[in-house]
Every structure is written in C-alpha cells, then in structure tokens.
C-alpha cells in the first residue's frame, strides 16, 4: 500500500509540474514519451538527427538563457516541428519517415537540417507561432484540425497575421543560412519538381492549409522566398569558408575582410569571434615585431572558429605596448568583435576564451579572471579556461603588489594533471617556475614541452630551444613529398584559366574592403571562389593563392605526420586539428583522427 501511495505522489508532482504548462519540454515527454528512450533506442535514425542538430546547433545564433536541446517524442500526431520557450525543440518519430524514409542518409541529414535550423531560427528570434498554432488545434480538436486548418486560424487583428507571416518566412531565411553553415547541401530541397516544403504538408495532411493561415505564408510564397535567397546562401557562406582558409595561411588583413563582408549577411557569434581573432593576430605581429621580449612571455589559450593561436603578454614596464597606436588599435577591434560574440551567445566558450585573452593583453585582469570563473563555474576541468586564469592571476597580482604567482603555479598544475600533453599548459608553467627562481623545475617543464611530440615547431619552440640548449634547433628534416594538387589547377596562375576550363556557374566572386581609422585610409580587394565537386579554390585580384580539396576520411594522421615530418604549427578546431606547413605552404585538416582535406596555399618568401 505504502510503495501504491508514493507511485501516486509521484505520479501527481509530475502532473502538477508539467501537466498544465505546454512550455516547458518536459510536459510533452511526460504526456507522450520520450521515444529516444523506448521505442526509438535501436532507430539508427535517432542518432543522426542528434548529430545534424548538434552541427546546426553550432552555427545557429542562441537565445539569451536558452541552451537548444533536441527532443523526439512518441506520437504520430504531432507537432511535427516545434520550439519551446525552455529551449526545447521538439519532433516525433513521423518527422524521421519524412525526412528519412526511401532516400539515403545523406539525403535524408540535409531535409532535416533545414527543419531543424528553421526550429532553431524561431528559438534564437524568441517567437513560438507553432507553439501557439498548435495550442490552437488542440482547442478545436486534434483530428478534424489537422485536415481542416482554415477556419480554425482565423484572427481579429490582421497586423499580428502579418508579423506571425514575416516571422516565419525570417526563420526560413535563417534556416537555410544554418544548415548551409553547418556543411549541408539544401539547394536541391526546394526544387519544382522535388520540394519539401510541399512534401512535408502533404505528409502531415495539411498541403491546402497555409493559403488562408495567419500563422504561414502560403506554401508558394515561402518556396520562392526560399529560393530566391538559397543562392545568395550559398554564395555567401563562402566568404566565411575563404575567411577560414586565409586565416589559416596567415593572411589576417584578407580574413578578415571576407568574415567582415559576411557579418553584413550573417551577424552571428562565430563571424564575430573569427573576426577578433583576425585582430588580435594582427596586433600579436605588431608585438613580435617591436617587442620580442614580451612575445614570447606566455601562451595564452585563444582558440577561434576551426582554428586556435596562441600569443603573449607583459607587465606593466618602460616598454607599453599599448602605446603603440598599431597594437592598441588592433586589440580594441579585437575585443569589440568578441565582445559581439559574447552577446550572440551565451553558452559558447570559445569566443569566452578569446575575450579573457585581450582582456589580459589590454591588462584588465580582474574582468579576464571573471570571464573564465563563469566559465569554470560550469565545468572546474576546462583546460583553456585554467591556463588563462592563472596567467590572469598572475599579472593581476603584479599591478596590486601581491605575490600570486604560486596560486597561478597551482592552477596550472591542475591543468597539467587534466592534460599532461597540453603544450600550452607546459610553456607557461615553465616560465612561472622560471619566475619563482625554481630553475630546476623550470628545466623539467621545458624539457618536457621541447620533447612532446605535439609541440608546433614554431617561433616559441626555437626560442626555447636556444634558450636550453644553447643553440637554435639543426633545420628541420625536410621530406622528399608533399600532397599532390589536383590535376590541371597550381598556385599562382591566372584565375580567369580555370574559369574557362570549369565554367563560370562554378564561380562567386566578392568585392572586399575595409576602412581603416587612421587618417581615413581603406583598401579593397576582389575575392574570388569556385568550388567543384570535391576542390575548392580562392583567388585574390585573380591569382588563386589557395587550393582546397576534401578527401573521404582517410584514417591515420600519425602516418601522414611521419611522411610529411613536423609541422610548423598544430592548431585546434571544434572536431580535431590543423597540421600547417608555413615553410611548404600546405596544411591537414584532421576530424577525430582522420584527414579530411588537404589545403595548399602561396607560402611567404
């Protein structure tokens, strides 16, 4: 009797929780199931759509408070689609027939990509029209609803029919622009003869419906909206693609350029935190050129989008770099682009990392220190967030006359027993325990960042290297191969050749520029991209400068690094690593351990 009540007590806490609150997700998991749980545990089509919510997830802006989560639910009648003001998003099992059943995967992550970019659009915007159009079904009954939305949707006011249909065809927009963000090909979606749109309406019986429904713009309206804005996605997203690879051959003034360009379509969080990163690039050649001594002080985590750098920092002393015009120039646009980051969204650390960064660079240590507190207030074992504080904490410790260098050590040592390996974390406790006079210690951790095999052959690796051992490491081994370009394409020539050859349908092209504030000077640039099949190609004032080509993954990275031989530099994106070649001018793009592409690129003289 006594295990009857408290299943009864249960039973009625959960009724009153959820049972009369339709915002919040878990009312529809306790009313219809979570079908992930039960019948859906061995449905393969359950994990893909976790995965393409996860990519599109990444690429879509966030609501302030709101962590997207996505949820299937066990029922055939619907919502098909829907988000909730908790940040849920919801589907059910018949949302899988639709955009899996009878076509291949690939086909079927590409459907779903849009259906669940669209629900992500609506969540970033903070509206809930298919919240509120469903309740409105619910009030009139489910069945007779469904096949006969009309009459059931007619509203008083016309101007919230009006806002209700530009807020859906905003959420198609963004949609598109997500799943294209986030790798998936969505251009054959809305075609006349194969549109999912009308695919999906016929599916869930309501093909007819939208004509006369406050809710949706017409079925018809919303396929040509979508089609008159996919090739300007499509086009577009290559700027931030070509960003990407220019960030990566060092080219920060050009990078910047094309994030900045696309911002004006796109203004979401990586744009913005990929365009600090440019900034704070640029500011750390400045550094490098006129104060050497302090470059090479510490490493500090500043991951990007896809990328990661690493630069230094100093005291207070005769030598203010922040009174060189050039510096304080570049990390006050850095820090402003981050700090757009930030408010994009609220749950991402890397644009997080990037801001303590310059805040440490631009010596506003307590606000860095408070940047990875929140960071670490959600997870205390976050290797980037650890080693920035404790470089924060230090220099916070020398503008106040106190001693905080062993706290600093402390926190770093925890990061190195999270992440021995973690060459970052090695560097800088190195040159605390060399700040503390621990000379021996300091050896040991140098000794150790020298030999790890993960350490980018780069400028701090031959300063400490002259540093220990007295002399500059021999020339590195050079390696008789390097990946092979695709056949009829080489670096350098004239971009109209390859125009010619391909076709111009394959091309976008894009006036860039950027106006500078100081003594009102600009520049400006063409950029140029074609992509075909499996190669894609840039070209600045029509000379193509950078050759990518995706490979189908190609497992084992370790026995492309033994017949390439060391990298200049390793830097860390959200699925692996890039292994970039300065001094042969090519780079590898490694995702969970296995090469994905190959990119060549005009290396410096």
């Known amino acids: 009797m006594r295990k009857v009540l408290i299943f009864l007590l249960i039973m009625w806490a959960g009724y009153n929780l959820y049972g009369h609150n339709k915002d919040y997700t878990q009312w529809w998991i306790y009313n219809h199931g979570d079908y992930a749980k039960t019948q859906g545990k061995n449905d393969p089509r359950v994990k893909w759509a976790n995965e393409v ?7 879509a802006d966030k609501a302030e408070g709101r962590l997207p989560r996505l949820f299937i639910i066990s029922t055939k009648k619907g919502p098909y689609a829907l988000s909730l003001p908790d940040g849920g998003i919801i589907i059910t099992p018949t949302t899988l027939d639709i955009c899996y059943e009878g076509i291949d ?3 079927g992550d590409h459907r779903m990509a849009f259906i669940l970019g669209h629900e992500l659009a609506h969540l970033g915007n903070k509206d809930y029209m298919h919240r509120e159009a469903f309740l409105a079904l619910k009030e009139h009954g489910d069945e007779k609803a469904q096949k006969e939305l009309v009459g059931y949707f007619k509203l008083p006011d016309p101007e919230k029919a009006k806002a209700f249909k530009k807020r859906e065809l905003l959420a198609d927009q963004k949609g598109a622009l997500y799943a294209a963000m986030a790798g998936y090909d969505i251009s054959e979606l809305f075609g006349k003869k194969n549109n999912l749109l009308q695919y999906w309406a016929k599916q869930v019986g309501i093909a007819y419906a939208y004509d006369d ?20 996605v499509v086009k577009k997203v290559e700027l931030f693609r070509a960003g990407v690879l220019l960030y990566q051959m060092g080219n920060h003034h050009d990078s910047a350029a094309a994030f900045l360009e696309f911002s004006k379509a796109y203004p979401a969080r990586e744009v913005f935190n990929n365009l600090g990163a440019c900034y704070f690039n640029l500011a750390m050649h400045h550094l490098y050129l006129k104060y050497r001594e302090v470059y090479y002080k510490f490493r500090i985590s500043t991951p990007i989008d896809y990328s990661t750098t690493a630069a230094a920092i100093q005291p207070r002393g005769e030598a203010d770099y922040l009174k060189d015009k050039d510096i304080a ?45 929140l960071i670490l207030k959600k997870d205390p074992q976050d290797i980037n967030a650890l080693n920035n504080k404790a470089i924060a904490f230090y220099y916070y410790g020398k503008e106040e006359d106190l001693d905080t260098t062993q706290k600093a050590i402390q926190t770093l040592e925890k990061a190195h027993q999270l992440e021995p390996n973690n060459f970052e974390v090695l560097y800088n406790l190195a040159s605390l325990k060399q700040e503390r006079k621990r000379m021996a210690g300091a050896k040991r951790y140098w000794e150790k960042y020298l030999n790890l ?30 990946p092979q370009m695709p056949e009829g394409i080489r670096l350098g020539e004239d971009f109209s050749r390859i125009v010619k050859k391909w076709g111009k349908k394959h091309t976008r092209e894009f ?18 991209v074609m992509v075909k099949e499996n190669v894609r190609v840039v070209a600045l004032d029509g000379t193509v400068e950078i050759v990518e080509w995706k490979l189908s993954p190609v497992k084992g990275i370790s026995g492309a690094l033994k017949r390439f031989g060391p990298p200049q530099k390793v830097v860390r994106h959200s699925g692996g690593s890039f292994y970039i070649y300065d001094e042969k001018g090519f780079s590898i793009k490694e995702v969970a351990g296995n090469i994905r592409s190959y990119i060549r690129f005009q290396k410096n003289f």
Request: proline letters at 3%; glycine letters at 2%; a positive charge.
């Open 53 to 59: 919510f996860e990519q599109v997830k990444n690429a």
């Open 105 to 107: 995967r690939v086909d």
């Open 213 to 232: 429904n406050p809710f949706h713009p017409s079925l018809q309206k919303r396929e040509q909206f979508i089609r008159s804005q996919l090739k300007a």
């Open 329 to 373: 120039r570049y990390l006050n646009k850095a820090e402003n682009h981050f700090r757009r980051a930030v408010e994009k969204d609220q749950h991402d650390r890397t644009c997080r990392y990037n801001l303590a960064a310059v805040l440490i660079l631009t010596k506003e240590y307590a606000g860095a220190q408070a940047v990875c507190d």
């Open 453 to 482: 095999s993960t350490t980018p052959k780069d400028n701090f690796y031959m300063h400490i290297s002259k540093k220990i051992k007295g002399t500059f490491p021999s020339k590195l081994k050079e390696k008789a191969v390097s």
């Open 511 to 528: 006036k860039l520029g950027i106006e500078e504030d100081v003594d009102n000077e600009s520049w400006y640039l063409n950029l140029q």
